[in-house]
């Protein structure tokens, strides 16, 4: 089996050989670039199973250069950003990253996360059928959550993509239907517990969720909110 390719974007050389030795010692196969014209350049020649994303960069930032990814594609996103940066992380997760590391970080922590991404990434079944079993389709809003191909499919049957984050989110939905769930539940459920408290990362995610799933997102009927609660998912009754 092939290793995962893992690239890694920093404008720090020193913080690039770091990275590239010790995810190498676990069999990675980790790629370096300083910028986002580089990435595009390593990206030309193979896909990423991975990018380690750092926000602040020379010439276009982390920000824009996740943006672009998310919009072509699905490759997971791991965004590095400063230890007091609270914006970057919520405009990194509003982007569509997996998940953030802030700075500095213990190397230990990056290999669990990276392994944890891959991990949900590579997680959906190989060569599923084109609609699947009727169980695997769950109603949310004006969309079904096909579990096997792990995207929102519409009524023609056209595939939305999904993080692995908000796949994992929304299976956690689909398993307790008309119960509320807290954040800390959604926390675990759709990703490793953030090195700080950061519950925001929940709601925002949300937001992303309801845009996709719902009829109108400013007035959400499928995933709502239960005031100082939680949020709960409600099936659609038709």
Same mark, same amino acid.
């Given at each position: 089996?092939?290793?995962?390719?893992?690239?890694?974007?920093?404008?720090?050389?020193? !913080?690039?050989?770091?990275i590239?030795?010790?995810?190498?010692?676990? @069999?990675?196969?980790?790629?370096?670039?300083?910028?986002?014209?580089?990435?595009?350049?390593?990206?030309?020649?193979?896909?990423?199973?991975?990018?380690?994303?750092?926000?602040?960069?020379?010439?276009?930032?982390?920000?824009? !250069?996740?943006?672009?990814?998310?919009?072509? @594609?699905?490759?997971?996103?791991?965004?590095?950003?400063?230890?007091?940066?609270?914006?970057?992380? !919520?405009? @990194?997760?509003?982007?569509?990253?997996?998940?953030? &590391?802030?700075k500095?970080?213990?190397?230990?922590?990056?290999?669990?996360?990276?392994?944890?991404?891959?991990?949900?990434?590579?997680?959906?079944?190989? #060569?599923?059928?084109?609609?699947?079993?009727?169980?695997? &389709?769950?109603?949310?809003?004006?969309? +079904?959550?096909?579990?096997?191909?792990?995207?929102?499919?519409?009524?023609?049957?056209?595939?939305?993509?999904?993080? #692995?984050?908000? +796949?994992?989110?929304?299976?956690? +939905?689909?398993?307790?239907?008309?119960?509320?769930?807290?954040?800390?539940?959604?926390?675990?459920?759709?990703?490793?517990?953030?090195?700080?408290?950061?519950?925001?990362?929940?709601? !925002?995610?949300?937001?992303?969720?309801?845009k996709?799933?719902?009829?109108?997102?400013?007035?959400?009927?499928?995933?709502?909110?239960?005031?100082? #609660?939680?949020?709960?998912?409600?099936?659609?009754?038709?």
């Amino acid at each position: 089996m092939d290793p995962a390719r893992v690239v890694v974007v920093d404008d720090e050389v020193d !913080i690039r050989a770091m990275i590239a030795d010790y995810l190498g010692r676990d @069999g990675y196969a980790v790629l370096r670039c300083g910028s986002g014209r580089e990435l595009d350049a390593v990206l030309e020649s193979g896909p990423a199973d991975l990018v380690l994303l750092d926000v602040s960069l020379p010439g276009e930032d982390g920000i824009s !250069i996740a943006r672009r990814l998310r919009a072509s @594609g699905h490759t997971p996103i791991i965004m590095l950003t400063a230890l007091d940066d609270v914006v970057d992380r !919520i405009v @990194g997760l509003e982007v569509g990253a997996d998940d953030y &590391l802030t700075k500095p970080f213990d190397l230990r922590e990056l290999r669990a996360r990276v392994r944890a991404v891959l991990r949900r990434a590579t997680a959906s079944p190989a #060569a599923p059928s084109p609609l699947g079993d009727a169980g695997d &389709l769950v109603p949310f809003g004006k969309v +079904f959550l096909h579990r096997q191909r792990h995207c929102l499919m519409d009524n023609d049957g056209a595939c939305q993509r999904l993080t #692995a984050t908000e +796949f994992n989110l929304l299976v956690a +939905f689909a398993g307790n239907p008309n119960r509320v769930m807290s954040r800390e539940q959604l926390l675990d459920a759709g990703t490793p517990r953030d090195d700080a408290p950061f519950d925001r990362s929940v709601d !925002i995610r949300i937001t992303r969720l309801r845009k996709k799933v719902e009829v109108d997102a400013s007035k959400p009927q499928v995933i709502r909110t239960v005031r100082g #609660a939680g949020y709960m998912y409600v099936p659609p009754q038709a």
